[in-house]
């Protein structure tokens, strides 16, 4: 099978790759010269196909593609995600890959969506739960899912919506509250945190890679369109997960709870459902939260070290 991926080198991108690789698939991976984690790499089955979305209809390629799986967005940072502008410009440059795999044989696209494609909700959160996102970041998501549904059925590939939800791992943006929270206590800071009293829900990263793994082991079983919610099953109040973060650090650094006023969207509870996806895959997730935070912290605590070993080497 070959598979053409974009975004192949962001987090879910790069902790995909590295999984598909071990499956012996072939990997054709769009990257920009100047990253340098795909370079790395030694694998017959891996091919860099050095570019951008932004400029794919200028690219020269000449293998079949069975499977697109399209990751890059651009603008996903806290900034950006209001930035109508860069959102819209990131549909079209979907459309562009969808249109380029097209032109090169695909029967099946798989896209990166978000829970932020949602109304804001105290419900419980299925595949049918009605879409009005507020944030340009939802809104753009949204939007191509909507063009790109109305391609693929004119062009009669199957397209798969993933409206994924909350994942964290080592490797993560370093704004994300899991990734800024661990940093911060290792450092001995304070975390200036909302009220953090919503429902909430975090996929470990290992799990959502062995959940997409399974999806494309299910390739046959999908219909034209289909949409599916990768979430975790395990909701709690978003207060109690930051606990657990500081009950496994020995840190003097506090949790500042109530300390500013997060935005709209982030005040709503999580409570998605998984059960239409965990019935085609039979998938399920095996890491608890717990496990992941240990997991991670051990892996600050190596790049610490790395870090602080270069710091010092410097002087």
């Not at 879910?12 to 795909?38: D, E, Q």
């Not at 109305?150 to 009669?156: E, F, G, P, S, W």
């Not at 390739?219 to 496994?248: P, Y």
Request: aromatic share 12%; hydrophobic share 40%.
């Amino acid at each position: 099978m070959n598979i053409f991926i974009t975004g192949g080198t962001g987090f879910l991108g790069r902790n995909l790759v590295m999984a598909l690789l071990n499956k012996k698939y072939n990997l054709f991976v769009l990257s920009r010269r100047s990253n340098t984690f795909l370079q790395s790499l030694t694998c017959e089955n891996l091919s860099i196909i050095y570019g951008d979305i932004s400029s794919i209809n200028d690219l020269t390629f000449n293998q079949s593609i069975d499977v697109c799986i399209h990751f890059a967005w651009a603008g996903v940072n806290r900034f950006d995600v209001t930035d109508k502008l860069i959102q819209e410009k990131n549909v079209q440059w979907s459309i562009d890959v969808l249109n380029f795999s097209i032109n090169h044989g695909c029967s099946y696209f798989i896209n990166a969506g978000s829970r932020q494609e949602y109304s804001l909700t105290t419900d419980i959160i299925t595949e049918e739960t009605f879409c009005n996102p507020i944030s340009e970041y939802g809104k753009g998501k949204l939007a191509f899912f909507n063009q790109a549904k109305k391609i693929c059925v004119l062009n009669k590939i199957k397209f798969i919506h993933l409206r994924i939800f909350s994942v964290y791992g080592f490797g993560d943006h370093p704004w994300s509250l899991i990734s800024s929270s661990i940093q911060g206590l290792l450092n001995n800071q304070e975390i200036k945190l909302g009220s953090c009293q919503q429902d909430w829900s975090f996929l470990y990263i290992k799990d959502f890679i062995s959940a997409f793994i399974l999806l494309l082991n299910s390739l046959l079983l999908m219909k034209e369109i289909e949409t599916f919610n990768i979430a975790s099953n395990d909701i709690r109040i978003l207060k109690e997960f930051v606990h657990v973060i500081k009950e496994n650090i020995e840190s003097d650094g506090e949790l500042l709870f109530g300390a500013f006023s997060p935005n709209k969207e982030s005040t709503f509870p999580l409570i998605p459902s998984t059960l239409k996806f965990r019935e085609i895959t039979n998938w399920n997730e095996e890491t608890t939260f717990e496990d992941g935070i240990k997991e991670m912290i051990r892996n600050f605590k190596i790049q610490n070290k790395e870090e602080y070993g270069k710091n010092r080497s410097n002087k």
